[in-house]
């Protein structure tokens, strides 16, 4: 038997940064955690910001990674108050005049909470993208089905091509780490985020410590971004990945913020249904960040008009957990 959300705590400012500290345990491009929140004392209403200073321009020119990073944090606040006893109500671009407000979720809102969103919050913190090898083990149907679901339930649409598409897309991977390869920007932009040193090591409360690039690939090519870009990493090594990767396209009808929302929120749905479900996945954008090789990721038998992510879906080790910024970092309190 499913346990009942538990009953709304008062919502004070330690709740408050409570429900935070959840949301912003949600993946973003370069774990650059490009949010930031708000909390209106006099209306229990918390807006979440995008916080350019953390946007990557090269990268991310459109801002859509950006987006698809905050929405993560929108769904895993959404869960965090679900398991609280909160039924949030939430607005999504709610001033035309301000693009940088990206919701408000007033907390106070009326109604049950949402049982099916409170049972994924233990998945919040056990989450953590895994770059090392998986099994060689289809996914059951059934499991799936309950990731397609996820992502439907957020307007998005999570689809699993077939194995000749599949190669194709691990092509494409490869060719958009060529054409990265070639931008010297880009490449910066990631030399800026990355760091071979392990996050104890490095110090900081951001980007991805070489503790979570993995283990180098013997022989395959998964679609596993090598963030160590030549750099030594210490005590890495190399391994055989997986020859017949499971991999899901994760998309949307349009393609503007809103519906970058919707991805983001839908994206960490999935993920936290696939750690519910024993699974464990990596993420990888390169091929949807170059429009050149974005239109050919689609699958042309599916409906999918617009991929926003390529997950790579599996049963093996977890992943090593990024740094995450404190926060009295991301929270202002009115």
């Known amino acids: 038997m499913n346990a009942e959300p538990a009953k709304a705590e ?12 959840e949301a912003t345990a949600a993946p973003s491009l370069h774990n650059a955690q490009p949010w930031a929140f708000r909390f209106l004392r006099d209306t229990d209403v918390l807006r979440l910001y995008a916080d350019l200073e953390r946007a990557l321009p090269h990268t991310d020119p459109e801002n859509r990674g950006l987006h698809m990073g905050c929405g993560a944090a929108l769904l895993n606040l959404r869960v965090a108050a679900a398991a609280g006893g909160w039924a949030p109500d939430v607005r999504m671009l709610p001033d035309p005049a ?5 919701a408000e979720v007033r907390l106070s809102g009326t109604g049950p909470p949402d049982g099916t969103l409170a049972r994924l919050a233990p998945s919040i913190q056990r989450r953590h993208s895994s770059r090392f090898p998986f099994r060689d083990e289809d996914i059951p149907v059934a499991t799936r089905e309950r990731l397609s ?27 958009a780490e060529a054409t990265e390869a070639l931008a010297p920007a880009v490449h910066e932009e990631t030399l800026r985020w990355t760091r071979p040193e392990p996050s104890a090591a490095a110090g900081t409360a951001d980007g991805i410590p070489g503790g979570a690039f993995g283990p180098l690939q013997r022989g395959t090519s998964v679609p596993v971004r090598d963030f160590a870009l ?16 499971n991999i899901a396209l994760l ?14 929120q839908a994206l960490e749905r999935v993920l936290l249904q696939a750690t519910a479900d024993g699974l464990v996945a ?13 239109w050919a990721v689609r699958d042309p038998v599916s409906a999918m008009a617009n991929v926003q992510m390529v997950i790579r879906l599996g049963y093996g080790p977890q992943g090593v957990a990024s740094p995450r910024r404190p926060v009295t970092d991301v929270l202002d309190v009115r």
């Open 149 to 175: 679901e996820a992502a439907l339930l957020e307007g998005a649409e999570l689809f699993f091509p077939d194995p000749w598409h599949v190669r194709s897309i691990l092509e494409l991977v490869q060719d």
């Open 251 to 264: 998309g949307t009808a349009g393609d503007r913020p809103r519906d970058w929302l919707c991805a983001g």
């Open 98 to 102: 301000d693009a940088g407000l990206l």
């Open 230 to 245: 030549g750099r030594p990493v210490p005590g890495r090594g190399w391994a055989v990945f997986e020859k017949n990767p």
């Open 282 to 294: 990596s993420l990888t954008s390169q091929p949807t960040e170059w429009p050149d090789i974005r």
């Open 10 to 21: 008062p919502l004070d400012v330690n709740t408050v940064k409570a429900l935070v500290a």
